[in-house]
């Protein structure tokens, strides 16, 4: 009889499963398909082919997929490699608190190309991706004009603080910051447009709304200063670098997919005014599938005109990680990044460092999330090209979620890790 087992059945979505099917014949030709509906009642499924050894087993972390939506030696395959049933669509969960994702694990006969129905199923089983682990906190923070959400760890504290920041989705994304708390970072997810009473869209920066957040953080008794640490990706990115420039507050910088000067809006922080170098917002590009291309967006900053608008990291107290995906299809990260490190080089500054991926995309996330190529951006009202290779993708995923929590373990200090 078949069986498929999955443990551990509970875990952070970060966290490694191992997966393992017995009871079958030898060299049996079978498929394994992993199902998972979203909260926006989206169907994810991934499919992967396996011949079983002479014992009738199949071991994702040993046995090679021979085909399906990956092939090779992938143990967490199912769940990197998830895509969605409705186009352009991104698995981003919302209640990060009170619900997992329940993953759903089957195991066919033979090969399946299509999903065939679960009644056909030999053996499964369900597992639960969490996002926070057991006693992380979630406080909802309206304090001055601060609005976002606080997650605190387990345990008694003080933890050193995050502030975690996305770009142009808007709104207020979770998803990490809780994972973040479950490693032990009391994180602030901070809102900065189309959330609440904040402006509706994306428009000029005020650095001091993100430096009252990062006074309203380091002053909660559950923080542990003296300075905090950031989490950022895309237009996020580029402003956790001017916060890195100018507010003193910050001691470890992680730029996920960013660029190395002010664009599209100005930047303002007390007498200070950065304008941005303008978006070409007619070297867009629309593919076939109306999937909107923003890699021409962006001028090159290296031009003479610009040279004002380019953020003077080298003043930055505390330290900087880059985390690029060289085939980025949002922005030309690896150039934005190799300009900052010459630009320190230069100077004679050490502060810097970056971790350089080939052929993965611009939706660098944790390993939980899988592989996203292209999704539709509200603010926008189009699907956006992320770009990245997805086998490539995943393992950058992975080894860079380990490099962004040792950088913030040793800038911010130890912590206390939590796990289900």
């Given at each position: 009889?078949?069986?498929?087992?999955?443990?551990?059945?509970?875990?952070?979505?970060?966290?490694?499963?191992?997966?393992?099917?017995?009871?079958?014949?030898?060299?049996?030709?079978?498929?394994?398909?992993?199902?998972?509906?979203?909260?926006?009642?989206?169907?994810?499924?991934?499919?992967?082919?396996?011949?079983?050894?002479?014992?009738?087993?199949?071991?994702?972390?040993?046995?090679?997929?021979?085909?399906?939506?990956?092939?090779g030696v992938q143990p967490m395959g199912l769940f990197l490699f998830?895509?969605?049933?409705?186009?352009?669509?991104?698995?981003?969960?919302r209640d990060v608190i009170n619900s997992p994702y329940e993953v759903?694990?089957?195991?066919?006969?033979?090969?399946?190309?299509?999903?065939?129905?679960?009644?056909?199923?030999?053996?499964?089983?369900?597992?639960?991706?969490?996002?926070?682990?057991?006693?992380?906190?979630?406080?909802?923070?309206?304090?001055?004009?601060?609005?976002?959400?606080?997650?605190?760890?387990?345990?008694?504290?003080?933890?050193?603080?995050?502030?975690?920041?996305?770009?142009?989705?808007?709104?207020?994304?979770?998803?990490?910051?809780?994972?973040?708390?479950?490693?032990?970072?009391?994180?602030?997810?901070?809102?900065?447009?189309?959330?609440?009473?904040?402006?509706?869209?994306?428009?000029?920066?005020?650095?001091?709304?993100?430096?009252?957040?990062?006074?309203?953080?380091?002053?909660?008794?559950?923080?542990?200063?003296?300075?905090?640490?950031?989490?950022?990706?895309?237009?996020?990115?580029?402003?956790?670098?001017?916060?890195?420039?100018?507010?003193?507050?910050?001691?470890?910088?992680?730029?996920?997919?960013?660029?190395?000067?002010?664009?599209?809006?100005?930047?303002?922080?007390?007498?200070?005014?950065?304008?941005?170098?303008?978006?070409?917002?007619?070297?867009?590009?629309?593919?076939?599938?109306?999937?909107?291309?923003?890699?021409?967006?962006?001028?090159?900053?290296?031009?003479?005109?610009?040279?004002?608008?380019?953020?003077?990291?080298?003043?930055?107290?505390?330290?900087?990680?880059?985390?690029?995906?060289?085939?980025?299809?949002?922005?030309?990260?690896?150039?934005?990044?190799?300009?900052?490190?010459?630009?320190?080089?230069?100077?004679?500054?050490?502060?810097?460092?970056?971790?350089?991926?080939?052929?993965?995309?611009?939706?660098?996330?944790?390993?939980?999330?899988?592989?996203?190529?292209?999704?539709?951006?509200?603010?926008?009202?189009?699907?956006?090209?992320?770009?990245?290779?997805?086998?490539?993708?995943?393992?950058?995923?992975?080894?860079?979620?380990?490099e962004i929590q040792k950088f913030l373990h040793l800038h911010l200090?130890?912590?206390?890790?939590?796990?289900?």
């Amino acid at each position: 009889m078949a069986t498929i087992s999955a443990t551990p059945k509970s875990s952070l979505s970060d966290e490694p499963l191992k997966i393992r099917v017995t009871g079958l014949t030898p060299s049996q030709l079978m498929t394994i398909q992993a199902s998972l509906t979203d909260e926006k009642g989206v169907l994810f499924q991934a499919r992967a082919f396996y011949w079983t050894d002479k014992k009738g087993q199949v071991d994702l972390t040993r046995d090679a997929a021979k085909g399906g939506d990956y092939s090779g030696v992938q143990p967490m395959g199912l769940f990197l490699f998830l895509k969605p049933e409705k186009p352009f669509s991104r698995l981003m969960k919302r209640d990060v608190i009170n619900s997992p994702y329940e993953v759903r694990l089957d195991v066919f006969d033979s090969l399946q190309l299509v999903s065939p129905s679960q009644e056909q199923s030999l053996a499964s089983q369900t597992v639960e991706r969490w996002y926070t682990a057991p006693g992380v906190q979630r406080i909802l923070v309206r304090h001055g004009r601060v609005r976002g959400a606080l997650f605190l760890p387990a345990g008694k504290g003080p933890f050193p603080g995050v502030i975690d920041l996305f770009g142009g989705v808007g709104g207020l994304t979770e998803f990490r910051a809780g994972l973040l708390a479950s490693r032990g970072f009391a994180t602030l997810a901070l809102a900065y447009f189309a959330y609440e009473d904040l402006p509706s869209v994306l428009g000029p920066i005020d650095l001091e709304y993100f430096e009252e957040a990062a006074e309203f953080l380091l002053k909660h008794p559950q923080v542990r200063g003296p300075r905090l640490g950031i989490v950022a990706i895309c237009k996020g990115a580029e402003i956790a670098l001017a916060m890195a420039t100018y507010l003193s507050q910050i001691g470890a910088t992680v730029c996920i997919n960013g660029t190395n000067a002010i664009y599209g809006y100005p930047l303002y922080y007390r007498d200070l005014c950065i304008e941005p170098i303008p978006y070409k917002t007619e070297c867009v590009l629309i593919t076939e599938q109306g999937v909107a291309s923003f890699f021409n967006l962006l001028e090159d900053p290296r031009a003479k005109l610009h040279q004002e608008s380019v953020l003077p990291v080298e003043k930055a107290r505390g330290k900087i990680l880059l985390i690029v995906g060289e085939s980025d299809g949002n922005y030309n990260s690896k150039a934005f990044a190799t300009e900052i490190m010459e630009r320190m080089k230069k100077l004679g500054r050490t502060h810097c460092s970056l971790r350089s991926y080939p052929n993965a995309g611009h939706l660098i996330e944790p390993p939980g999330s899988p592989f996203c190529y292209q999704s539709w951006l509200p603010v926008v009202a189009r699907p956006v090209l992320w770009g990245g290779e997805a086998q490539a993708h995943a393992a950058a995923q992975v080894h860079s979620w380990r490099e962004i929590q040792k950088f913030l373990h040793l800038h911010l200090g130890p912590t206390q890790s939590s796990s289900l």
